[in-house]
């Protein structure tokens, strides 16, 4: 058994770590915090890179920047307490994350263009504009001028992203599908939350959500982007353009 690819382990330390990073968030255990926060996604990346290493392909590598570009903003944001600029920092690199998992989606939905289900992806896709066109109204008035555009920015490319997972439908194996869209369901509720918490209402017991889903959801778009590559169709589809 390797148990660099196996799943119950690595998610079990993945676990392990939110639980540590939540704790130490509570309690204000920066020491703590420091080796649990940035640990989560130095396992899930590990964890990815080597089950997919051996059909690596554009759409891995963008996910794997993804996840790199999204430990630069986990570490960013657990330095706030330092010097609050690491806001923009970690901002910054989340909008990178986001971009990667754009042109991840983007290329696997160019991919399968003609094996879509059109109707309930636009669906998706216009309730997300929705909910961010509302949300954007309760939160942006409350942002300092000085970041409003940047966090507009971000709200558009997460909200993007969010879409881009919904048009994947029809295109990969529904197992897939499900999972990558509720992962970035959850990474939008997480930014929601956060947002809401940092400008319009301290959400006090309610701020370990933040962690939770934002946990949950990049352990799914992984594991959902995983089985993409996996599937056995994928990977004869993959072959046949090869040969």
């Known amino acids: 058994m390797d148990i660099r690819k196996n799943t119950w382990l690595n998610g079990g330390l993945f676990a392990a770590a939110l639980i540590g990073t939540m704790v130490a968030q509570k309690q204000e255990l920066h020491t703590l915090e420091y080796i649990c926060k940035p640990a989560l996604l130095l396992i899930l990346s590990s964890w990815f890179f080597f089950n997919s290493r051996r059909v690596g392909d554009r759409f891995t590598l963008l996910v794997q920047a993804g996840l790199f570009f999204s430990l630069v903003g986990d570490v960013a944001l657990m330095l706030l307490h330092i010097d609050q600029f690491n806001f923009l920092i970690g901002l910054g690199a989340f909008l990178l994350a986001h971009i990667c998992y754009i042109m991840a989606f983007a290329d696997n939905v160019a991919a399968n263009s003609s094996e879509g289900r059109t109707w309930p992806s636009w669906l998706i896709g216009s309730l997300l504009v929705v909910y961010g066109y509302f949300f954007s109204l309760l939160v942006v008035p409350k942002v300092d001028d000085g970041i409003a555009l940047p966090v507009i920015a971000y709200a558009v490319t997460i909200t993007i992203m969010g879409i881009l997972a919904g048009f994947r439908l029809g295109r990969t194996y529904p197992r897939s599908f499900v999972m990558v869209l509720a992962g970035a369901l959850l990474f939008i509720a997480s930014d929601s ?19 939770v889903t934002y946990a949950l959801g990049q352990f799914m778009i992984a594991a959902g982007c995983l089985l993409h590559v996996l599937d056995p169709e994928e990977i004869r589809r993959k072959a046949a353009l090869t040969t």
Do not use: Q
């Open 193 to 211: 939350l956060l947002a809401y918490n940092r400008f319009v209402k301290p959400l006090d017991e309610w701020a370990w959500a933040v962690m």
